[in-house]
């Protein structure tokens, strides 16, 4: 069986990828204030597969996790460094490479529809939930402290459910429109 060419990457395919890593980063620095606070990172996350699609997003979510593991501060809280990633949340952050992988398998099905790239990212947000919750309770307990599943599922899942359901569909309405635009840049002779 013959090798399929691989399509090199171009420079607007550099430039996409990078400028999702950078918003990644930006939206990690903005916080809601609430009950339980949350950043827009997943909606980063979201805009990012929705937009650049599944394999060009790992990449970003990538580079943005190896920034932000040389120490560059471009985690939650302009935080940065290795530790970052092994405290109690760095689980949802390794979710976000769930996230693209789940996004970018979809994309390899012979039908693409809405549909299936909403599930993909409902799929790729259980995923993150589940990294992010296993993560959780290895360190909590790794701290010698008990936890149930009942109660991490609280403190982890639950608070975060409807706003990350917002998130998702805030970024599916804001790539749909920019998708249009980005589409007529790409096909410009600029």
């Known amino acids: 069986m013959p090798d399929t060419p691989k399509k090199k990457a171009t420079a607007h395919d550099t430039v996409m990828t990078a400028m999702m ?3 990644i980063a930006v939206c990690s620095w903005i916080s809601i204030p609430s009950a339980v606070p949350f950043t827009l990172q997943t909606f980063a996350v979201f805009c990012s597969v929705s937009l650049i699609g599944g394999r060009r997003s790992l990449l970003a979510i990538s580079s943005y ?3 932000g593991a040389v120490g560059v501060p471009v985690f939650a809280g302009f935080t940065g460094g290795i530790s970052r990633l092994f405290d109690s949340t760095g689980g949802y952050m390794i979710g976000f490479i769930f996230t693209a992988l789940i996004y970018w398998a979809s994309e390899k099905l012979p039908v693409r529809n ?3 790239s909403v ?3 409902l799929i790729g947000l259980a995923a993150m939930y589940i990294s992010g919750t296993v993560w959780f309770i290895l360190i909590y ?5 008990a936890i149930t599943l009942a109660q991490s599922l609280k403190w982890c899942i639950v608070p975060f459910i409807i706003p990350d359901i917002i998130k998702l569909t805030l970024s599916l309405m804001i790539t749909k429109r920019l998708r249009k635009h980005i589409t007529l840049i790409r096909n410009s002779k600029l």
């Open 141 to 145: 307990i790794g701290e010698s402290k």
């Open 21 to 23: 890593t950078s918003l």
């Open 65 to 67: 996790l190896l920034i």
């Open 114 to 116: 809405t549909i299936i």
């Open 119 to 121: 599930s993909a990212m």
